[in-house]
């Protein structure tokens, strides 16, 4: 019989890491709880939906010492559709239990420090004040550190607890006193954003059927919630606007707009977890094909008045535009696509011109060893393996990352610590940010590589 893990992981003298950025195969760094031999503990990191957690050296000298309880929560983004799936997996605890001590957490790298004001109400409807929440900034040992196992994840056993959370979240908001609609839809067009295009003649559809028009980022939690608690279909364009569904009732329906070729990881997980339905529409326009401009991330998106979106309209007896306002929306909108998608094109070949010059400056050198360690996983690396395979076939090249275990799955990898030794050996550092770029290169030359053998570049 298999042994059931316990909700609270409980680490006393333990250690709390920043964030800090390792590696592309960390999206949100490294960071986390390692207890009081330097261990790092598993459960103080998530896999799901985004890689976050791992140990590191650090400078003992700057470590704080904390002497009380803490809560741990993971990693927090202020992206308001990141926050609500990626860093509230073990705020369970939060709901289920009266907090008296602080709430630590480590801000990842690419927002502010700074909390929102919509996360900070979040976490007042749990009754945690501001100065309850610990940014934690350098390495923090606590005497008493507790660790509420995630909630939601690719192979978990608590997912209800995710569920009931933001079901007790909802239930403290009185709907009577906030002016509600049966039928919302979440727009975008309010954000200044360049890479969606189309998205009004969509709002209007929606509009002229019923729909009450929300420009989230312009609504308070407490009226947002409300209008998810009363509603019972929510559309929106797909994409982390989609996520306020945790919101909703379990009778609710979702409409979900798609833009991408791809179906986004979190949603369909959310929605099973929630008990909600929904229906995927395909709104997105691609004259160029699937592989230019891309559409993963910001992406360059053409949403269209789609033949999926007339035959729905079609059969839920809903208004849909003439053929003509139609073609009138994409005279002007193809223009505004055409425009950014030549825009994106020189920018691509501004930065593949520079990345050339560099990779001939860089690699002409690189050809003269024997043996090649390419540390970091990205677009750059990839390519920097493919030329010298192709030019010189008698060198031996290692791909390595400070993530190498996880991913050698992908392909064969090797621990860069142990390749040092190497006879004539260069190493290739190719990560995306110049400060961990840099770090691993001191790194280097502290095990006794000559500076002169390591080519160190910091971009994708």
């Known amino acids: 019989m298999q042994k059931e893990m316990p909700d609270i992981i409980e680490v006393q003298n333990g250690v709390i890491l920043p964030a800090k950025y390792m590696s592309l195969v960390f999206p949100c760094g490294l960071g986390g709880v390692i207890n009081e031999k330097g261990e790092f503990i598993e459960e103080s990191g998530t ?33 308001w559709g990141h926050f609500l799936i990626d860093c509230t997996m073990r705020m369970w605890y939060l709901a289920e239990k009266n907090v008296p001590c602080r709430i630590a957490y480590c801000g990842t790298m690419f927002d502010e420090n700074t909390l929102p004001e919509n996360i900070l109400a979040f976490f007042n409807l749990f009754g945690i004040k501001h100065n309850q929440l610990l940014d934690i900034k350098v390495p923090t040992r606590v005497s008493r550190i507790l660790i509420p196992r995630v909630s939601l994840g690719p192979e978990n056993l608590y997912t209800y607890k995710f569920k009931d959370m933001f079901r007790s979240v909802s239930g403290k908001i009185d709907v009577d006193l906030y002016e509600t609609s049966e039928k ?44 998810m608690k009363s509603c019972r279909i929510f559309a929106s364009i ?32 959310l929605n099973k977890c929630m008990d909600v339905k929904a229906d995927y529409i395909n709104v997105g326009c691609r004259p160029f094909g699937k592989c230019f401009p891309p559409d993963y991330y910001g992406g360059i998106f053409w949403l269209r008045a789609t033949k999926e979106l007339r035959s729905y309209c079609r059969e839920n007896n809903m208004w849909f535009p003439t053929r003509r306002e139609i073609l009138l929306a ?10 950014r998608c030549g825009k994106h094109l020189r920018e691509c070949l501004e930065t593949r011109y520079q990345t050339d010059r560099e990779d001939r400056a860089i690699l002409g050198r690189v050809y003269l060893y024997k043996n090649i360690v390419i540390y970091g996983m990205n677009a750059r690396a990839l390519r920097w393996e493919r ?43 190719s990560i995306s940010n110049a400060e961990a770029s840099a770090e691993v290169k001191g790194i280097l030359v502290r095990r006794g590589i000559n500076e002169k053998d390591i080519y160190c570049y910091a971009g994708s």
């Open 184 to 227: 919302l839809y979440y727009t975008r067009t309010g954000l200044v954003n360049e890479n969606e295009i189309g998205e009004k003649l969509i709002e209007e559809i929606f509009r002229k059927n019923g729909y009450r028009i929300i420009s989230p980022e312009r609504e308070s939690l407490e009226r947002q919630i409300a209008l």
């Open 47 to 79: 896999e799901f939906p985004e890689i976050f957690g791992g140990a590191y050296a650090y400078n003992i000298l700057e470590e704080n010492s904390l002497e009380e309880e803490v809560i741990y929560i993971g990693h927090l983004r202020t992206h």
């Open 330 to 339: 994409d005279i002007k909108n193809v223009v505004k696509y055409l425009h």
């Open 238 to 269: 797909e994409g982390t606007v989609a996520h306020n569904i945790v919101f909703a009732g379990e009778q609710t329906k979702q409409i979900i707009l798609r833009k991408h070729t791809y179906i986004n990881v979190r949603q369909p997980r």
């Open 387 to 429: 030329k010298i395979r192709k030019k010189r076939r008698t060198s031996r090249i290692f791909m390595t990352d400070s993530n190498w275990r996880r991913i050698q799955k992908y392909r064969e990898m090797y621990d860069w610590e142990s390749l040092i030794t190497l006879g004539s050996c260069c190493f290739l550092i």
